[in-house]
């Protein structure tokens, strides 16, 4: 036989792609659970689901991701066998598009929908900026009536709440982009100057950061940051700058008071009157309903950085305070935000078609809620049935189908039964409530032990002699017919 | 000015790309609905959910497909800014092994996990053919007990069974991959030659098609099929061939017959014997268990054409007929299947690791129920409140936010109001069970109209006289405060 050279075997990585992630256990129902409430709500306010393919042909999507403000913004893509292009879609608006005009005519008009699931951002990844992440989309296609906007806000405060948001830890912010739109009018700043439109928009959106001054200079010539880089400014006169100011500390205690600012601030343009008018019935509206300021507010702060709104804008922010990484107390933020955009539908069919809606940052709202303690973060785990006679695997089966059957979660150990340690070194790493043995001894007195095994670990920690530890009711020995009863029961116990 | 040459405008298809498409409605929740029930069982069972990225490394994926057989086999793969090769997971069994091996020291193990999701070909579309489609898996890595095998096999019998297949209308069968080997080796064929190996696999799984006779000469020199094509065969002699033959048709009426014939067909291989003690063993643990065979048989003639199993394999076939496209009768057949694969994790770390586990076809088990009219065909509208004066939006929002705030799915009509009949047509495309009407003189009164939708229909298709129209109850006249009640009652009248 020829003397073959072994060859060094190159293995593969077990990892996966730079910036994409896995989810284990709690982490994946948690979110199950999270987006079956936001669902539900959406469902009720009469929207319908929609589910695209994770693939679209590069010119569906369009060249463009929709937030122009990020590093090496761009989307996986690559060619067909035909040479076509396809890509991972961005976010679920893009999607949206392409199926309302390609159905428009079997749809419903007004189209409501729903969507939800995974975007792909071909991104630098950085620490907690993966390059797959999940979205909640509710959007209203076909309606040009503020009370799509405004039913759409009342809705992401009722699923706030829903997921377990309190009221007073949240709050929704309304503006109209037309509004702004008005005062760059009246200051002269041409429609069609969208690059110096939207620098300001970029500016007004650090408002939180940096304050009135900040964005005044930044407004202006620009200004030297805490770093000490000069940052450029937008390049406005004074004259230009300050109704663009005074529009965004508009907000006053009450929205009759912020819609007057707001009047004074876009003089006469009659863009910026029709936005005033515009908030003034999302308002009324939305008063009528119930939703008080403790709720929702308009607050022209609110531009939100993307260019293609035309309308209404909205954000929900989490107004609790969470310690930073560097343990300075700071609010959550925003969870969700969205607003009118009436252009993309036209890409494909040349006619405008008005609609209006909103996306869940699915991870950020579910990082709130396990900060508010509405989330567990650790998976219960399963009872586990452990094998003391491996001959006698159908024995403990049985007493696992018999707690299944019961509603109980509840497995049979599977691994190498020989060291009885294993089996409880497994049983704690599954988070087990509940040991069940059954040894060839208990076998013959219909008997079998049960060992509440959180308490176990408690008492382990506590206990000092082993008297004490003999005298602890972690383990009880129970008749083998009362397996289910007494398993609840300990299970109970463990919980409450 | 200068005159600007108008360009004629391209606009993008809206279209998805070939082989893709979108799920509306009812066809999104039912299989939200049966997933959820599915993995309700898994999680019963002790298995943990994990999700992993759409997308994985190319190597850590594997160059190769599972099933060899299709044509244009493939993956949707491109380069990463840094050169490295991504791809989308063609299977939930690939990445299961990559992190498997990443995680192993943080595991438990066994290691049960259950997965959920979206899977892409890269393949040559066809008529109900797509190239993204679900998986829903459930396996146990670590674990070399033909428990683990067993477990999986009642688990898939209690799934169909929660999931709306009644007992009698499937059926588990349950083969073992060693005693096929062990057949092969005692007709001399060699372990190392699994190209005849796998030819004889996939020869065996055409048995439904082309019976004994059929698979006697494909085993062979060959045959011709019905369109008068020459099949090769797999060269096998008439010596080689009949043991493979009396193991395919070794399937008795009960258990211990089965197993009898294939120890006769196994001769003397010490593999084979080994296998079918391993059977005998399944067997014994489903009995314990229950599991009579009206729910799970031992049937050799299942052999699943994948090559990489390597011990028990099972399938789940649905056994009810259905008419097929020419309007035959037919057995609905398989929606499920799996098997022992012991070599996956190894790719990784070198390390063997015995894994056993099955895949559900999602979207074969749904038409399944839809055929038993297990899963309704059409969503549930929501009750629309229509608009007959445009300046009250406001009381019209008010009846649908006390509508839903009772749990019942309402909405506003969001279009142009002014066309009336056009808003009782929305609320027929939607599906909607009622709709709601309140003009200024109901108003002034106290009253509203709802109008059975529904029964409309009916009655507008039977009616012939106006005086019969009138004196129908399709709409009535009702009291604003009993609005709630009323509106439910219409629903449940509608339903019943």
Known sequence: MAKIKKKKVQRPKALPPKGFRDYFGGDVT????????????????????????????????????????????????WQDEDDAWMA?????????????????????????????????????????????????????????????????????????ETVGIPRGDYIVRVNNRKVLNGVLEAVGLPADDTATRDAVLRTIDKFDKVGVAGVRELLGKGRLDASGAYIDGVGLSNDQAEPVLAFLVSKADDTAKTLANLRDAVGGSAAGLQGIEDLEKIGDLLTAQGYGADRIVIDPSVVRGLGY???????????????????????????????????????????????TGVSIGVDRLLAALREKGRIGTTAKGPVVVTVMDRDRMADYQTMVAELRNAGIRAEIYLGNPKNFGNQLKYADKRASPVAVIEGGDEKERGVVQIKDLALGARLSAEIETTEEWKAQPAQMEIKRGDLVAEVRKMIARAEG
């Open 88 to 160: 991972l879609r961005y976010d679920m608006t893009a999607p949206l598009a392409r199926v309302f005009a390609q159905f428009r005519n079997d749809l419903p008009t007004p189209y409501r929908r729903y969507a939800m699931g995974p975007v792909w951002r071909n991104e630098k990844p950085g620490p907690g900026r993966y390059r797959q992440f999940y979205q909640c989309d509710a959007d209203t296609v076909g309606s040009a009536n503020v009370a799509a906007d405004a039913e759409i806000c009342a809705m992401l405060s009722d699923t706030l």
């Open 309 to 355: 709104y035309t309308g209404p804008v909205y954000e929900a922010e989490l107004t609790f305070e969470i310690l930073d990484d560097k343990g300075r107390k700071r609010q959550f933020g925003s969870v969700a935000g969205g607003g009118r955009y009436d252009d993309l539908v036209k890409r494909f069919t040349g006619q405008e078609v008005p609609a």
């Open 30 to 77: 948690g979110r199950g659970e999270m987006l079956r409430q936001i669902t539900d709500v959406y469902y009720r306010y009469g929207f319908d689901p929609l589910e695209t393919p994770a693939v679209e042909t590069v010119e569906a999507l369009g060249k463009f991701l929709p937030d122009v403000d990020r590093p090496n913004e761009g989307v996986f893509a």
